[in-house]
Each structure stands twice: as structure tokens, then as C-alpha cells.
């Protein structure tokens, strides 16, 4: 698997070998509990019954009801939310941006130190 580095920070090349390694050290301090974490995203949807006379046949759609969508291999998997548990998913799934936000930004720094030949 081949990782495609964006460009984090264009400042990277003036840090110092110390900045760069206290603030890869800052950063991987800050992730997040990596047990609390999906990866996916969240979607609100609005259903129809299908029972004839609903008011949801003329148009009214039943919901908003929250999914979780999830790449499972090539495939995209819906998994409903239940309302009750609506919060701390939506909060797993922000805490997994974060999570890859920050290892993004430790593999930039890490991608500066190796061209300077210093990785650790």
C-alpha cells in the first residue's frame, strides 16, 4: 500500500532537527484513546414505508435517521445509529479524523527527517 503525503506544514524545511522531533513528540501526545475511534463518516437519511396512505406517500419521509458509512474492502456499508448512541459515534468518528490528521502530520515530519537522513 502506497501512503500519499499531502503537504502538512510547508515550514518544515526550516525547523531545526530538534523542532521537528519535539513536534512530532507533541503531536503523537496528543492522539486521542485510539480504542475510542471509527473510521467512517456519518449521514442522516429520510425513508419511506411503503404502506399505502402514509404520509410518507405523499412525500413526508419518515426520519431523519442516522447512519455510519463504512468501506468495508471495495463496498460501502450502512450501519444504522440508534439515537441513544447518536453522540458518541459522531464523537468516535471526529476523534478518527483527528487520529489520522495528527499521523499525517508525524509521517510529514518523519518524511523531512529521513531527507535529512536523521529519521530518529
Known amino acids: 500500500m502506497v501512503t500519499t503525503h499531502k503537504t502538512i506544514s510547508d515550514d ?3 525547523l ?4 521537528l522531533r519535539d ?3 507533541r503531536i503523537a501526545r496528543q492522539i486521542p484513546d485510539l480504542q475510542t475511534v ?4 456519518l449521514q442522516d ?3 419511506r414505508c411503503g404502506k399505502e396512505g402514509c404520509r ?13 458509512s463504512l468501506r468495508v474492502g471495495r ?4 450501519l444504522y445509529v440508534p439515537a441513544e448512541l447518536a453522540d458518541q459515534v459522531s464523537q468516535a468518528v471526529t476523534t478518527s479524523s483527528e487520529v489520522q490528521g495528527a499521523l499525517a502530520e ?4 518523519n518524511v523531512e527527517l529521513l531527507e535529512r537522513g536523521r529519521l530518529s
Open 12 to 14: 518544515l524545511g526550516e
Open 56 to 68: 410518507c406517500a405523499r412525500g413526508e419521509l419518515h426520519g431523519p435517521y442516522r447512519y455510519l
Open 45 to 47: 437519511q429520510r425513508r
Open 38 to 41: 471509527i473510521a467512517g463518516s
Open 23 to 25: 513536534r512530532r513528540r
Open 106 to 109: 508525524i509521517s510529514a515530519i
Open 16 to 19: 531545526s532537527l530538534r523542532q
Open 75 to 78: 463496498r460501502t456499508r450502512m
